[in-house]
Every structure is written in structure tokens, then in C-alpha cells.
């Protein structure tokens, strides 16, 4: 990830996006810098190859449409929520003679995937709502 942009995104927090249809009882919400930090803290300690400033971004919007709507309710919600999308995007993969003892996994057996549905155009959205 490009280092001003990363920078500026944990400055500005991030919003949801301008023209999203909103619903009647939507409001705005954003993200604490703390949890956007610890969520940057994982994905580096993965050293998560292809990892995007634009998909950090639309995981970050995915999160925030689901407090938004009410998907979750707490910061420990939410944080859990995000690990989810991590967990299920992340795909670890063990090579023959690598990791024998469950040794620490390294950026060379992560791949990092953005999945999109076709009926929602956010990606990670539907693991949220």
C-alpha cells in the first residue's frame, strides 16, 4: 500500500461513498481510528500481497454499511465482523514440507482476494449483511 494514501485514510477515517442509495433511517457513521489501526496492524502482519488501498477502502465501507443498518452494534461487533471477511478472504496455503509444525505463515503463503456478488455492488458487503 502507497504510504501517503494509507496516511491519509487513517487521518480521514473513512466515509461511505457519495451517491450510495440511502435508506430512510440510514445515518453516518465512521470508524474508529483505533480499529482502522489494529485492522491495518493485521493485514501487515500478514504482509498481505495485492491488498489494495481501494479494497482496504471497500472493506471499510462494507463495515461501516453494517453499522449503518444495524448489522452490528458494538466496536467488538464489528471488529469480529471484519476478522470474519479477513478470514474468509485471506486463504492460507499450506505447501508440501512448508509449516510442518504450524510454524509462523508468511506473505508467501497468503493470498489476499476481493470477492464481489453479483447482486451487490460492494465488495465484502454480503459477508456483512
Request: glycine residues 8%.
Amino acid at each position: 500500500m502507497e504510504t501517503d494514501q494509507v496516511k491519509k485514510i487513517s487521518e480521514e477515517g473513512v466515509r461511505p461513498m457519495r451517491g450510495e442509495p440511502t435508506a430512510p433511517n440510514e445515518r453516518e457513521v465512521f470508524l474508529p481510528k483505533e480499529l482502522f489501526s489494529c485492522i491495518f496492524d493485521l493485514l501487515n502482519e500478514y504482509d498481505v500481497p495485492g491488498m489494495s488501498v481501494w479494497a482496504c477502502e471497500e472493506l471499510f465501507r462494507a463495515a461501516l454499511k453494517a453499522v449503518t443498518y444495524g448489522a452490528v452494534t458494538s466496536t467488538d461487533q464489528l471488529y469480529e465482523e471484519i476478522i470474519k471477511i479477513l478470514e474468509r478472504s485471506i486463504k492460507i496455503r499450506k505447501k508440501a514440507g512448508r509449516n510442518p509444525g504450524g510454524g509462523p505463515v508468511t506473505g508467501k503463503d497468503v493470498s489476499f482476494g476481493v470477492y464481489e456478488s453479483s447482486s451487490c455492488p460492494y465488495p465484502f458487503c454480503h459477508f456483512l449483511l
